[in-house]
C-alpha cells in the first residue's frame, strides 16, 4: 500500500474510535440523567405521600374532634390543645422528614440541610415536642428518619439540653 492509503486507513481508525467514544460518553451521559430522574422522581412521590399523610394531621390540628376517630392516637391526649400541639409536632416532623429525605436522595444541597437539623435541634428541646416524640402512638416514618430523630433528642437529652 502507498503511503496515503496507510495514512487513510489510519483516518478511519481513528474518526471510528472518535465516534465510538463519544457514543459510549452519550450512553453513560444518559444514564447518568436517567438516574437523576428516577431519583427526583423518588423524593417527589415520597414528598407526596408525606404531604398528603399532612393533611390529615393538619385537619386534626383545625379540628382535634377528628383524632379521635383513631383512638390509639389520643390515649394520653387529654385536652384539644395537647392534640394540636401533637399534631402541629408531627406536621413540622413530616416538613423535616421531606428535607432529611431529600438531602439523602442528593436533591438538598448540605448547606440548607444543616439550617434544618440546626432548627429541629432548637424545637427538639420544647416540652411539647419531647412529649411527642416519646410518646409510642404510631407515628408514620421512614424508618431510618425516625431512628435519626431519635438519636438526635438523645444526644440533646444526654447533653442536658433538654429535661
Given at each position: ?42 423524593v417527589s412521590n415520597f414528598t ?116
Open positions: 500500500m502507498p503511503p496515503s492509503d496507510t495514512i487513510l486507513e489510519w483516518l478511519k481508525v481513528a474518526l471510528q474510535f472518535i465516534t465510538s467514544t463519544i457514543f459510549a460518553f452519550g450512553l453513560v451521559y444518559t444514564g447518568l440523567q436517567f438516574r437523576h430522574w428516577r431519583r427526583a422522581a423518588y407526596k405521600l408525606v404531604e398528603l399523610q399532612m393533611q390529615l394531621r393538619r385537619m386534626r390540628v383545625e379540628d382535634p374532634s377528628l383524632a379521635r376517630v383513631y383512638k390509639h392516637d389520643v390515649v394520653d391526649l387529654q385536652t384539644d390543645q395537647e392534640i394540636r400541639e401533637h399534631f402541629m409536632n408531627l406536621m413540622q416532623l413530616s416538613i423535616f422528614e421531606i428535607v432529611w429525605f431529600s438531602h439523602r436522595m442528593r436533591q438538598l444541597p448540605d448547606d440548607y440541610y444543616k439550617s434544618w437539623v440546626d432548627r429541629m435541634k432548637i424545637i427538639e428541646q420544647e416540652e411539647s415536642f419531647q412529649k411527642m416524640i416519646d410518646d409510642k402512638k404510631m407515628k408514620i416514618l421512614h424508618d431510618e428518619f425516625q431512628r435519626y430523630v431519635r438519636d438526635m433528642t438523645a444526644q440533646a437529652v444526654a447533653a442536658g439540653k433538654v429535661t
